[in-house]
């Protein structure tokens, strides 16, 4: 099994900034790809941001130029620094883990809540 713990999130006024980070523990043999992604109320969940174990990302164009993730391969760790942050940035922030092997497998955290607001 692979646990995901996501830490960072919190309470920040428009403009601000945070850093999540989401450590994976367990079984884990391979990696595709390291992602966050959130879910405000009444939404569906979205893609964040993305980043191969090879380092290609991949942004949602609503974050471009405003957040930006980051990984540590050997230590199995994601972060995703954001910047200039809005109100519709509020949502709980997810972290996901997509295994190498074939069929991929997908993991989640539990999520940590980040609002925007003054």
């Known amino acids: 099994q692979v646990q995901l713990v996501e830490s960072g999130g919190g309470l920040v006024q428009p403009g601000g900034s945070l850093r999540l980070s989401c450590a994976a523990s367990?079984?884990?043999?391979?990696?595709?790809?390291m992602a966050w992604y959130r879910q405000a109320p009444g939404k569906q969940r979205e893609l964040v941001a993305l980043m191969t174990s090879g380092g290609s990302t991949n942004y949602a164009d609503s974050v471009k130029g405003r957040f930006t993730i980051s990984r540590d391969n050997a230590k199995n760790t994601v972060s995703l620094q954001m910047n200039s942050l809005k109100p519709e940035d509020t949502a709980v922030y997810y972290c996901n883990l997509r295994t190498a092997v074939v069929p991929p497998a997908y993991y989640w955290g539990r999520g940590t809540q980040v609002t925007v607001s003054s």
């Open positions: 367990g079984n884990i043999f391979s990696i595709y790809s």
